[in-house]
């Protein structure tokens, strides 16, 4: 069974910066479509960003233009880049991985944007 492993999550400050990262256990991580949902206190799990397994991305309107989603195949791993927080993305920052059809998520990491 694969195991998605999120960190990098913390507080920051608005208009600041992180990182985050989701490593995958598996072989078949380079055919997988990865992405990073976020749910945010009392409201629902939303995609923030999605990565296919051709590398083309798509991002959730509110953060397009701040956040970069990328891969790195060799390592397994997906990435969150997160510029200029705001509030509002506080949340709980999940990794999903899509592939022959089926979702495994990681357990989250908390993003805390402070004003």
């Known amino acids: 069974q694969v195991q998605l492993v999120e960190s990098g999550g913390g507080l920051v400050q608005a208009g600041g910066s992180l990182r985050l990262s989701c490593a995958a256990s598996g072989s078949i991580f380079s055919i997988s479509d990865m992405g990073w949902y976020r749910q945010a206190p009392g409201k629902q799990r939303e995609l923030v960003a999605t990565i296919a397994a051709g590398g083309s991305t798509n991002y959730v309107d509110s953060v397009s233009g701040r956040f970069t989603i990328s891969r790195d195949n060799a390592k397994n791993t997906v990435y969150l880049q997160m510029n200029s927080l705001k509030p509002e993305d506080t949340a709980v920052y999940y990794c999903?991985?899509?592939?022959?059809?089926?979702?495994?998520w990681g357990k989250g990491t908390l993003v805390t944007v402070s004003s």
């Open positions: 999903n991985r899509r592939v022959f059809g089926m979702d495994s």
